[in-house]
Each structure stands twice: as C-alpha cells, then as structure tokens.
C-alpha cells in the first residue's frame, strides 16, 4: 500500500512541483490550497505525512496544524513545513509543534521526497 501525503500549498506551481516529486516516489497524493480544505483533507484521508506551506490565504500553516494536533488521531502525523521565508520568531513555533519539521524553498528537487519520507515512522 502506498503511503499517503497531503500537500497545502497556495502557490500552484510549487503544489505541482511537490505533487510531481512525491508521485514519482510512489506516494498516493492529496492536495488542499488553504488551511481550512487542507484540514478537511487531512481528517478525510489520514495521511502519513502532511507538507505544509507556512504562508496560507485564510491562515497560517503553523494555526492549521495547531488545530490538527488538538484532534488525538491527527496528532501524532508528522508536519513538514516548506516556506521560502521564515523570520526566526516563525522558526521557533515551527520548532515548538511536536513531530513536524521545516524545509527551505527553493526545494532541492533531487532529495525533496527522500527529505520527506524521513518524517514517516
């Protein structure tokens, strides 16, 4: 069985480009443009893995994974963080959500889905 990931990106080219990767690495892909779809596709499909872009439209990423963590069965998905800017008060929250982790953009298309499958216990 493949393992799933949701991807919540706004930005459609860098959705495609992460959705590209991790299809070519076998995953089964979901994908949410904002925080509120991409906690309705999160609670719908359970995946193994959420990346999560830090910068949302209605919210931020960081707010949509601390509504996520106060569900006990999504609490223990791990969240990996893709942004291109974070000031370093915005590392520290990244850094203070239990079981989530942080990517740069621009990704390293090479390693992005092994970077990724690291996070999936």
């Known amino acids: 069985m493949k393992n799933k990931v949701v991807i919540v990106d706004d930005n459609a080219n860098n959705l495609l480009l992460e959705k590209d990767l991790m299809e070519v690495a076998g995953f089964e ?13 999160i609670l719908k499909e359970r995946p193994d893995v959420i990346i999560m872009d830090v910068r949302l439209p209605d919210m931020s990423g960081i707010e949509a ?6 569900d006990k069965n999504m609490s223990n998905i791990p969240v990996v963080f893709v942004t291109a800017s974070v000031l370093e008060i915005e590392r520290q929250a990244l850094m203070a959500i239990p079981n989530s982790g942080f990517i740069s953009k621009p990704i390293n298309t090479r390693m992005f889905a092994n970077e990724i499958s690291k996070f999936i216990k």
């Open 65 to 70: 994974t601390y509504i996520l963590r106060e």
């Open 29 to 41: 892909v979901f994908e949410a443009i904002n925080g509120l779809d991409g906690i309705a596709m």
